[in-house]
């Protein structure tokens, strides 16, 4: 419900934002955040798949999964570094500014939580995960939480 919200309340922003930079494009606003035709186009891109993405149930195949995956992960790289060392490296200032890196962290965020919470597909035998995952699987495995039945109904282990 929170990620339905929030990612709809961003598309709001964010085409908002874009249709703002159509129709005056030297408001202050644009001090902070980006009026480029393409990049705007991104924003608004961006806004919508994540909107579709949080407003399904679960993920049909294990593909969606793994690009939602894959989008989070990227989207909040590229979100967090555009954002907090974009002041270091000028070039990047030129094509996106501070806040279009801050919406593209909150879409990472998104997608990110949406490929936590939903269910999908397993994994097909014919997709290997590549070796580093593997690695890391094994250097610091997941241990298994026990599973407590539910209070009041005896099982075999509980006498009363």
């Known amino acids: 419900m929170i990620t339905k919200f929030i990612s709809l309340a961003t598309a709001i922003v964010t085409l908002d934002v874009y249709l703002q930079s159509q129709l005056s ?8 955040i980006s009026n480029n035709l393409a990049v705007n186009m991104l924003m608004v891109t961006l806004a919508a798949v994540a909107v579709a993405v949080s407003f399904r149930k679960h993920f049909d195949s294990w593909y969606s ?4 995956s894959a989008g989070a992960a990227m989207l909040i790289i590229v979100g967090g570094a555009g954002f907090f060392f974009s002041g270091f490296l000028p070039s990047l200032w030129m094509v996106a ?7 593209m962290l909150e879409f990472g ?3 990110g939580a949406c490929a936590l919470s939903y269910k999908h597909a397993p994994r097909p035998a014919s997709v290997r995960l590549p070796r580093l995952v593997t690695a890391f699987k094994l250097a610091f495995p997941v241990p298994k939480i026990p599973h407590f039945p539910l209070v009041g109904r005896p099982t075999a282990h509980d006498p009363g």
């Open 109 to 111: 965020v998104i997608l």
């Open 97 to 103: 500014l501070p806040l279009n890196y801050l919406l």
């Open 65 to 68: 999964y793994a690009a939602a």
């Open 25 to 32: 494009s030297n408001d202050p606003l644009f001090s902070f």
